[in-house]
Structures are given as structure tokens and as C-alpha cells.
């Protein structure tokens, strides 16, 4: 049995739509991002990411009391609940500090540790992506496909970080980027979305990730068609992730993970 055949899985699919709402209204307050703070890790935060995630963990709290919460800006709370809420505010804090829109805020359900339940909202754009285990991906209600290659030369690429590339990947990077026919740079879970739409046919992270990053990827680019793992091959789940490859198909997805770690 699917999570999409769970008795709670229609209520969970509303309020996570509930909690996508209410982070796009915080954020089409401002579209740029103004004052920010770095962080240990050299990447920046605003005042929006942690009143953002504030309010959503409020709203999760006052819901679902019992069920865990892994935020990017704050410590997790009951991490080892059998359903735990994971989201990354603003997912790209960058282009939204420097006013470029492509910053989307990602949430995820998991269930035992597997993400079920994943929603990419992009505020500026006003898309909507939802992925839910067993269903059909959607983009603002529209069932959503992958482009279906499965060849990686002629394919294109969107490649989230760029600055943030593993060792192991590097050599494997360069490699990727020159075979296939384009790529674009820093459209980090936009970019994912747009693979569930077809626009592009690989999309990926090397490093300098989290859990709130890429949970929310794993049902949309599963109910579109495509495969999605972590670097080595093996499932995104609630762990640490070292990398996230997604692509268009399996047969691609396994092209892809063998041109990176050659």
C-alpha cells in the first residue's frame, strides 16, 4: 500500500498546501531580500527565513502536536516521530538577498523516514509543484511528466551549486557539463521542478545540502516519471545527503550517477 492510499493522506495533502500558502503570503510581502546575516557555513540568512519556518513550525505545532519538525533554521524537534514535517524556508536565500526569483520554500512529510508528501512553491512565479507517493505530480493542479530521455548526450542540465562540488564529483562534473547540450546554474529546487515538467532533463546538488533541501524533491520527481537519489545511488531520506541527482528517467538517472563518480 502507497502513502496516497493512507486513510490521513487527503488531510495531509491539505494542510501541507495550508502551510504552502501561508509561507507565500509572508514572502510576497517582499520579493527582495534587504538585510542579511551569514552563517557559519558562509551562506546568508534574512529575517524571512526564520519568520517564515517560525510560523510554519506554529502551524504544524498547534495541528499535529505529536509529529516531529526539521527546519534549516532551527534546532529539530522530535526528529524521531514517525512523521516529520522538514522544510526549508526560503531554498535559494541567495537569489532572494540579491532580488533574483527563482527562491522557492520546500516542504516535506516523511513517514519513518521517507519523504511521502513534497511541495516546492515558487512565490514570484506563483508555481506550485506537488508530489505525493503513489499519485501523479501536479503543477498548480496540472498533472506534470518528465521530458522521458534517457540518453545523456543532447540532454541539459540544471546544476543548483556550482561552487559546491564534492571530490569525488569533480572530475565527473566537468565531465557531465560537456556532454550535455546546455546547462544552467544556481536555479537550485526550481530547477528540480522544472525537470518534473519536462523542461529540463538532469537536475542536481554536489555537496553543501541538507535534509530540508531535497526531501521534498523525492515525490515530485518520482510521481513525474523520473528517479532521484542521492550521489552514490542510494535513497534521499531523512538523513544528511551528500548529493541529490535527479534526472528524467531511470535509464538516464543510472547515466548520470556513472559519468559523476567516473
Known sequence: MTFSDHPSADDFIAFIDELADAARALLSERHEGGRFETKSDRS????????IERALRE???ERFPEHGIIGEEFPP?????????????IDG???????VPVFTTLIALC????????????SVSRDRWLGVEGRPTTLNGVRVRTSG???????????SQPDHVLDEHRAGYGSLVERVAWSVFGSASYGFGRLASG????????????????????PIIEGAGGAISDGDGSPITIRQPRACVAAATP?????????LSA
Open 199 to 218: 523542461a529540463v532533463d538532469v537536475a542536481a546538488y554536489s555537496g553543501g545540502i541538507g535534509a530540508y533541501d531535497v526531501c521534498a524533491l523525492v
Open 44 to 51: 546568508p540568512v534574512t529575517e524571512f527565513d526564520r519568520g
Open 149 to 159: 530521455r534517457t540518453e545523456l548526450d543532447g540532454a541539459t542540465l540544471a546544476w
Open 93 to 99: 536565500t541567495k537569489s532572494f538577498v540579491a532580488g
Open 77 to 89: 524537534e522530535r526528529a524521531d516521530a514517525e512523521y516529520v514535517w522538514i522544510m526549508d524556508p
Open 111 to 122: 513517514r519513518d523516514g521517507v519523504p511521502v508528501i513534497g511541495v516546492v512553491d515558487a
Open 251 to 259: 535509464e538516464l538517472h543510472a547515466r548520470v550517477l556513472s559519468e
Open 59 to 61: 502551524r504544524i505545532a
